[in-house]
């Protein structure tokens, strides 16, 4: 739980930083648009000017300045994507390693079986009671759902449908195993109840 604890601090600091905006990035994309500005602005200043016997070399100008406007746009959408791409990528770490920490929680509740209670183990160092398991599998189940949440605080504020489904995933991934807990605190509260 502690670790968890840990993870959730760290989640607002990531998140925080997923949300702002990459100045170097943004400043760059700014930069070319305002080439992109002035290119245009120069080309339509040249075209005032042209004269047709010099049709060639207007052209030709005409020529360059629409493939310089598209090479610069070009550099612009690879900025503005690429400042998307390492938010997402950092997002899709933090979002693996909550995948993980889901796995881990359903690996220790595997050994913790109902019928445990019924049939004690004599060579176990320690055995629980059913309060004590259905307690346990309580705090799993817990557990599964603060890294759902988790998870989805991820996409609060930044809409990427590759981290989407990242999460989606992962919040399939603890309802499934939330359901495996579930059935066996249901079994441990039929047990309790048989007992009676």
């Not at 796995?103 to 595997?110: K, P, S």
Request: a negative charge; hydrophobic letters at 45%; one cysteine or more.
């Amino acid at each position: 739980m502690a670790e968890l604890l840990q993870v959730a601090r760290e989640t607002v600091a990531r998140t925080e930083w997923i949300q702002r905006p990459h100045v170097p990035i943004r400043a760059g994309a700014g930069f070319l648009c305002l080439s992109i500005v002035l290119l245009i602005a120069d080309l339509f200043n040249h075209v005032r000017r042209v004269e047709f016997d010099d049709f060639t070399s207007a052209i030709q100008a005409l020529e360059a300045s629409i493939s310089s406007v598209v090479f610069i746009g070009a550099a612009i959408v690879f900025l503005v994507s690429w400042e998307n791409r390492i938010k997402r990528e950092r997002a899709l770490k933090a979002i693996h390693e909550l995948r993980a920490m889901a796995h881990i929680v359903d690996m220790h509740q595997l050994t913790k079986d109902p019928e445990s209670v019924l049939n004690p183990n004599p060579e176990a160092k320690r055995q629980m009671t059913s309060f004590d398991l259905s307690r346990y599998l309580d705090y799993c189940g817990d557990s599964l759902a603060l890294i759902s949440k988790i998870a989805a605080l991820y996409v609060q504020e930044f809409q990427d449908s590759v981290l989407l489904a990242a999460v989606d995933e992962v919040e399939e991934l603890t309802s499934g195993f939330s359901r495996k807990i579930w059935q066996k605190i249901t079994i441990l509260e039929n047990l309790g109840r048989g007992g009676e």
